[in-house]
């Protein structure tokens, strides 16, 4: 861009802008991961930061199944849903994409739909579906809806991906004596897999995220997710107020997602706004 | 990138328009192809949405209360007119709208700035971003504990920072805690639909403008912001429609308490609370009714850019 015309004192600005934009996104994480590192008695001193520095909090979670049922349950119904979505949104993608037939306008009209569907207008009905079903309180009570929100999601970010594969690849390597087989899996797999694996992330970070179905369709750790038993979460006892192992448990189930989501920020950019721009 | 698209975009439509012609054995065998990829997809997304919308319809006409189960009766529209004339539905929806609106507009205007604030800036452009992606990153629910301690009397240092006020016990002040918690969390991901935006104004553009004397305001409404229409409307569209089913910045900040309920949590009370399904089912199909009209509000707005037309098209 414009470098050279860039003065001293634009340099500042900029600079100043960042920082404060920069601060501004840290401050909440930072407040919950001191208050995490607070003993019970620190607490309530409203500083931003503990005077004396304790694990007392997470040694506390750690060690009771409150905390690690729902942190086991968060990542099997996560991964089993974002697998099982990714397959499907695959599929679809790659008809919508490649191939010509009716109904491929219902289709994308139908994702959106859903994309956008207002998921407190399905907890009355499905409660009610998934009780007499046999559904309420297990997995697949939340992996089924958990799929059907990431296919969206899925089928969007994948079929404009599959649009850019070069197909012609393809044909070149049969030519060259390549089976069906070995074209795929040597030349198509490979130039999939980094949508694939953007939408993947996506909904894997759904699952990990959402909230109001896994507390409207569990009632036990059997199968509460860990950001639902947040809001269940009481004192190690009755006289302890939970707010230090709240934020433990916050703290805990928020690290590694932002490790991933820095990790992957590239991906994860290219994903959400690949929808957005292109159609 | 979009004449490459295009290119590509033309020979993967003409691909199967010359095996028509050629052979429709070969066309029909693509279409079978087609709706047998896409059916688990669409059975599930079907399974899930439409049918229990259909079943909440149903439900929605009948006196059903989870602690009188013998008590089931048809009542037509009897639970619309109960909810319709119940204040605690007005005053939730209005509540849900004011946070609507006044999270969305002020996330406009910041993600607008963070986006031209990644798109213009030379050094720590990197650090910008990836900070920027915290907020998304984070779960609400961790995020919106974060903020609940904040404002908490004697814990928080947000609330010391107010002579140790207690925002979230007051109508006002509590909901622009939850503004303020929701506006943190999401306008990144709104800069990010408006960054894609702004990489598709050409940069020639505002050189010439540049030349031609324009300031940067007027670089900005004139050129800037006309092309990123499409942008605008998606990133507004997505986020107002997410934002009107605002839910767990409530329950975790305030429960509802102190009249912040928004219809969400009117429809989570009725039926965890009060165990009524039929009045739930009817809250549930109202809500559905207003995603409708905005949505239709937004796509009519749209025109040719709605988002998907592209994709369907071929």
């Not at chain 1, 697998?83 to 008809?95: C, F, G, T």
């Not at chain 1, 697949?140 to 070069?166: V, W």
Request: net charge positive; glycine share 8%.
């Amino acid at each position: 861009m414009a470098a050279a015309a860039t003065t001293g004192k634009q340099k500042w600005g900029w600079g100043t802008a960042n920082t404060v934009a920069v601060a501004l996104t840290l401050i909440p994480l930072l407040w919950i991961v001191s208050l995490s590192f607070k003993s019970p008695a620190a607490i309530t001193d409203a500083n931003p930061w503990p005077k004396y520095w304790t694990w007392s909090n997470y040694s506390g979670i750690l060690k009771t199944s409150q905390f690690i049922r729902p942190l086991i349950n968060s990542i099997g119904i996560g991964i089993i849903a974002t697998i099982i979505a990714v397959l499907l949104a695959s599929m679809a993608a790659y008809a919508v994409a490649r191939l010509d037939f009716p109904g491929k306008r219902l289709l994308i009209g139908m994702a959106l739909l859903i994309a956008m569907f207002p998921q407190i207008s399905l907890v009355t009905p499905m409660f009610s579906i998934e009780r007499s079903l046999g559904l309420f309180n297990t997995w697949p009570g939340l992996i089924i809806p958990y799929i059907a929100f990431g296919l969206p999601l899925g089928i969007y970010i994948l079929s404009a991906f599959f649009r850019e594969i070069p197909w012609e690849l393809e044909k070149a390597a049969k030519m060259d004596g390549a089976t069906p087989l070995q074209a795929f899996i040597r030349v198509i797999a490979p130039l999939a897999a980094p949508g694939m694996v953007t939408t993947a992330i996506l909904v894997f970070l759904f699952c990990w995220n959402e909230f109001l179905f896994a507390i409207s369709f569990t009632s036990t750790l059997t199968s509460r997710t860990a950001p639902a038993a947040l809001a269940f979460f009481s004192g190690s006892s009755q006289f302890t107020s939970p707010t230090g192992p709240i934020s433990a448990a916050a703290v805990v189930i928020t690290i590694p997602i932002i490790i991933f989501v820095l990790f992957f920020q590239r991906r994860i950019v290219a994903g959400l706004t690949s929808g957005a721009v292109k159609g | 990138m979009s004449t490459q698209t295009q290119v590509v975009a033309g020979t993967a439509a003409q691909a199967p328009a010359r095996g028509r012609r050629q052979l429709s054995e070969g066309a029909r065998a693509e279409r079978r192809l087609g709706w047998l990829l896409c059916a688990p997809a669409v059975i599930v997304m079907i399974a899930v949405t439409a049918y229990p919308v259909g079943y909440a319809i149903y439900l929605s006409l009948e006196r059903y209360n989870l602690e009188l189960p013998n008590a089931v009766k048809f009542i037509g529209l009897s639970n619309y007119a109960a909810v319709l004339t119940s204040p605690y539905w007005w005053h939730a929806l209005s509540v849900t709208l004011i946070i609507t609106v006044v999270s969305v507009a002020i996330e406009l205007v910041l993600g607008m700035l963070l986006a031209l604030l990644m798109h213009r800036t030379l050094f720590g452009r990197g650090t910008v971003r990836t900070a920027a992606l915290i907020p998304y990153g984070i779960v609400t629910v961790a995020a919106a504990y974060s903020w609940q301690f904040a404002w908490t009397p004697s814990t928080g240092y947000l609330s010391a920072l107010f002579n140790n006020s207690a925002p979230l016990s007051h109508t006002g002040t509590a909901l622009a805690a939850i503004i303020l918690a929701e506006v943190w969390k999401t306008t990144p991901f709104m800069a990010l639909l408006l960054l894609a935006g702004l990489a598709l104004v050409p940069e020639d553009l505002q050189k010439a403008a540049k030349v031609d004397g324009a300031t940067a305001w007027q670089r900005f409404v004139r050129i800037t912001l006309p092309l990123m229409k499409p942008a605008i409307l998606v990133a507004l569209l997505f986020r107002t429609l997410d934002a009107f089913r605002v839910f767990d910045n409530i329950y975790i900040m305030t429960g509802g308490g102190n009249g912040t309920g928004a219809v969400s949590q009117l429809g989570y009370d009725n039926l965890f609370n009060a165990l009524n399904l039929g009045i739930g089912s009817a809250i549930s199909i109202l809500i559905f009714i207003c995603v409708a009209i905005i949505a239709f509000l937004f796509i009519k707005g749209f025109g040719a850019a709605a988002p998907g037309s592209d994709l369907g098209r071929r």
